[in-house]
């Protein structure tokens, strides 16, 4: 039997504001009150259906063609309306079949090779006399190493030493333009009212993925070199006529992987460095089974296997703080869920930060314990879901779980990063969980 959906008991508009005021407070008072999912009437709009249940999340997620991904509006035509984490339907399934192969196999190894040797370049920097004890931001040092990564291996491009730390800055700036607040759940036909900081950083970003495609089509005429990065996939399929690319689909594709390919994973770092130097005991775990397994050597992609503790953290700090908070969906239809019918139209969130904090799924939900993972699987625990679910489920998973566990293996190995108590208090709710400002540390080499 259909049963109705049920509703918060305030009136819509008040749920919509406690939402833009404190998303966090808001998503943990609703999974604590609504065991399957609740949907928030909102003026003058379809409702918002907040998605509790880890089935139905991932029942919703995995039938695109009821719970479509919703078309970027907005601010968010600037920055690559048609790449990968934004289409949907022909153009995302066309897109993926070209792209695929370069995200498994052999390049996961290029990967995790490429963040062993620039984690060890970083240590180098981190270890001169000089920076010994001096404070630095941590997010934006995961920033400059992961998009360092990202480019090399998805783009065969070598950035500089200024491009990194230029890319956080047009980072933050798109991170407050897309900050969650009350205005969020606004009606669709209000004008883009896009700031000009955030104008120039989404410039900024297209420029030099323009760029990058030129050096490369260059590059490929001048030498048959390795083709099997994204870029070159999609250079090569530039001449196949059953591939129907929109405009500017190959810049589009190259700002989304700049994007997709370091945002996340950076962010991920610096939240698992946060909970290790808050947690010094499972820190020196970290650093035992690094001294053993690496035993001084760069990090390669064999060793990863043989880091089952730091994967563990990693998996943990994941759960705790997932760097893409929710995954957004639009009801294509009156869309049968579980015993409910979403409405057409509906706005649908599936908030991996609250299923992942819920009493009913882990013991403890507040506490860091990456021995948890001892006994649950993480690849197959539905309320569990960093990445997603379902045919958009992350692309680059295995490039994150390799390359993070080496690159906090490395760093872990040789220095103790001490983050303030509450340098993770103030995050800004955006399409992923920034710090606000950033994350100031003192990092010092740890005693032999
Ligand atoms: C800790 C790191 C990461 C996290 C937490 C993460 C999270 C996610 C999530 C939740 C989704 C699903 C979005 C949706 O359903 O709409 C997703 C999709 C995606 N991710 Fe990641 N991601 C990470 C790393 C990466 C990396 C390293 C890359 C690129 C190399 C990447 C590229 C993508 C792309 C292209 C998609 C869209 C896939 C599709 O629709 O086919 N991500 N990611």
Request: glycine share 6%; hydrophobic share 40%; charged share 30%.
């Given at each position: 039997?259909?049963?109705?959906?049920?509703?918060?008991?305030?009136?819509?508009?008040?749920?919509?504001?406690?939402?833009?005021?404190?998303?966090?407070?808001?998503?943990?008072?609703?999974?604590?009150?609504?065991?399957?999912?609740?949907?928030?009437?909102?003026?003058?709009?379809?409702?918002?259906?907040?998605?509790?249940?880890?089935?139905?999340?991932?029942?919703?997620?995995?039938r695109p063609e009821a719970f479509e991904r919703v078309p970027a509006q907005g601010s968010a035509t600037r920055i690559a309306e048609n790449g990968l984490v934004q289409s949907e339907g022909e153009l995302w399934r066309q897109q993926r079949r070209i792209m695929g192969s370069a995200f498994t196999g052999p390049r996961v190894v290029r990967y995790a090779n490429t963040v062993g040797e620039r984690a060890d370049?970083?240590?180098?920097?981190?270890?001169?006399?000089?920076?010994?004890?001096?404070?630095?931001?941590?997010?934006?040092?995961?920033?400059?190493?992961?998009?360092?990564?990202?480019?090399?291996?998805?783009?065969?491009?070598?950035?500089?030493?200024?491009?990194?730390?230029?890319?956080?800055?047009?980072?933050?700036?798109?991170?407050?333009?897309?900050?969650?607040?009350?205005?969020?759940?606004?009606?669709?036909?209000?004008?883009?009212?896009?700031?000009?900081?955030?104008?120039?950083?989404?410039?900024?970003?297209?420029?030099?993925?323009?760029?990058?495609?030129?050096?490369?089509?260059?590059?490929?005429?001048?030498?048959?070199?390795?083709?099997?990065?994204?870029?070159?996939?999609?250079?090569?399929?530039?001449?196949?006529?059953?591939?129907?690319?929109?405009?500017?689909?190959?810049?589009?594709?190259?700002?989304?992987?700049?994007?997709?390919?370091?945002?996340?994973t950076a962010l991920s770092l610096t939240y698992t460095l946060a909970l290790l130097s808050w947690n010094p005991e499972c820190r020196e775990r970290v650093r035992e089974e690094a001294r053993e397994v690496l035993d001084g050597e760069t990090p390669r992609h064999e060793h990863v296997s043989q880091l089952p503790y730091t994967d563990r953290v990693y998996r943990e700090a994941l759960r705790l703080y997932p760097p893409a908070w929710a995954v957004f969906r639009r009801a294509t239809e009156d869309a049968p869920l579980g015993e409910y019918t979403v409405r057409d139209g509906s706005a649908v969130i599936v908030p991996s930060w609250s299923i992942q904090r819920d009493g009913r799924y882990f013991d403890r939900p507040g506490e860091f314990e990456p021995d948890r993972w001892e006994r649950l699987n993480p690849d197959d625990y539905p309320p569990y879901l960093p990445f997603g679910s379902g045919p958009h489920k992350c692309v680059g998973r295995s490039f994150a779980l390799s390359g993070a566990t080496l690159a906090l293996a490395r760093l872990v190995r040789e220095f103790d990063v001490e983050v303030p108590e509450d340098a993770l208090d103030d995050l800004s709710v955006s399409v992923t969980l920034r710090p606000r400002i950033g994350v100031p540390v003192t990092i010092r080499r740890a005693s032999e």
């Open positions: 039997m259909q049963r109705e959906i049920p509703q918060p008991p305030d009136p819509g508009v008040l749920n919509a504001l406690r939402f833009g005021s404190d998303p966090f407070r808001f998503l943990e008072a609703i999974q604590a009150r609504f065991a399957d999912l609740t949907e928030v009437p909102l003026p003058g709009r379809p409702p918002l259906v907040i998605v509790t249940s880890p089935s139905l999340a991932h029942d919703a997620l995995s370049e970083l240590a180098g920097e981190w270890a001169t006399p000089v920076t010994d004890g001096e404070q630095r931001d941590l997010h934006k040092e995961m920033t400059a190493l992961t998009i360092r990564v990202a480019a090399e291996v998805l783009l065969g491009e070598r950035l500089g030493d200024d491009r990194p730390r230029e890319f956080h800055d047009w980072m933050q700036a798109a991170g407050t333009e897309f900050e969650f607040s009350a205005t969020t759940l606004k009606p669709g036909w209000l004008p883009d009212l896009s700031s000009g900081e955030f104008k120039r950083a989404a410039g900024g970003i297209l420029d030099l993925s323009e760029e990058i495609i030129e050096r490369r089509r260059d590059r490929l005429e001048r030498d048959p070199e390795e083709r099997g990065d994204m870029l070159a996939l999609l250079l090569a399929a530039e001449d196949d006529p059953e591939v129907d690319y929109r405009e500017n689909q190959i810049r589009d594709e190259v700002a989304t992987f700049l994007i997709a390919g370091h945002e996340t």
